[in-house]
């Protein structure tokens, strides 16, 4: 893909400034890992980042900004951004660990901040964290202060690796990786019958994920009886 290919669709558009080429070329292929992100141009200065988004093709939804660029402070393009007019979502990926660059880039709006070194399942914990906000403010009007603060919540996040005592990352990964290419919605029963576990063990670690907003929860009808609780990866088709 070209610095400047625009693709259609519904996915986020990903613009990635970084400096050192190697790192950029790792953020791709992080990002093309991802399923509902596609990467629209990579640059490696604050003057190429904001002639991209001064392009009105080029369809940037988020940027992955590094902070300590040869021309400009990752700040500097954030400012000049939002003087531009430009709404695009900006989360830090940097080695900028000065806590009063994380006050500022906070107040500029970073919605995220990453620090490098990092690996794969935490940037992907970011992105993923990131879709589900922006599908949960898709909406025109809150319905009240419990969707704001659930939207803020998701935006905000956990570690990936800190569960509920009793569950573990390795059956988190099972029940994940059964739901999340799923087209349709699973029941307890069953995502239990496909990762080997008991129903209520695999409604604990849905339930989990409904609360941390990586999946909705939805009711199934068409049986005799109470209707059934299927969970939905969210933006899944």
Do not use: C
């Amino acid at each position: 893909m070209s610095e400047n290919d625009v693709e259609t669709g519904q996915d986020i558009g990903v613009l990635i400034v970084e400096d050192e080429p190697v790192a950029a070329d790792a953020h791709r292929a992080y990002l093309e890992r991802i399923p509902g992100f596609v990467v629209r141009a990579v640059v490696h200065d604050g003057a190429g980042a904001i002639r991209v988004l001064g392009d009105p093709t080029s369809a940037v939804d988020l940027v992955l900004l590094d902070m300590h660029l040869p021309d400009l402070h990752g700040l500097d393009v954030v400012r000049a951004m939002r003087t531009a007019g430009h709404r695009a979502d900006v989360i830090a990926v940097t080695s900028a660990r000065d806590l009063e660059v994380v006050r500022a880039a906070v107040s500029q709006g970073v919605v995220q901040y990453l620090l490098k070194p990092f690996t794969f399942a935490a940037l992907r914990d970011k992105l993923e964290r990131f879709a589900a906000y922006r599908h949960q403010l898709e909406g025109d009007v809150a319905s009240g202060q419990h969707e704001v603060d659930r939207a803020l919540a998701t935006l905000r996040g956990t570690d990936p690796s800190s569960l509920p005592k009793g569950m573990s990352l390795e059956s988190m990964d099972a029940v994940v990786a059964v739901l999340r290419p799923s087209d349709e919605g699973l029941s307890a029963a069953e995502v239990a019958a496909k990762v080997g576990a008991s129903r209520v063990t695999a409604r604990r670690y849905l339930e989990h994920l409904a609360d941390s907003a990586l999946v909705v929860r939805r009711s199934r009808y068409g049986g005799a009886g109470r209707p059934e609780v299927e969970y939905r990866w969210v933006g899944a088709s």
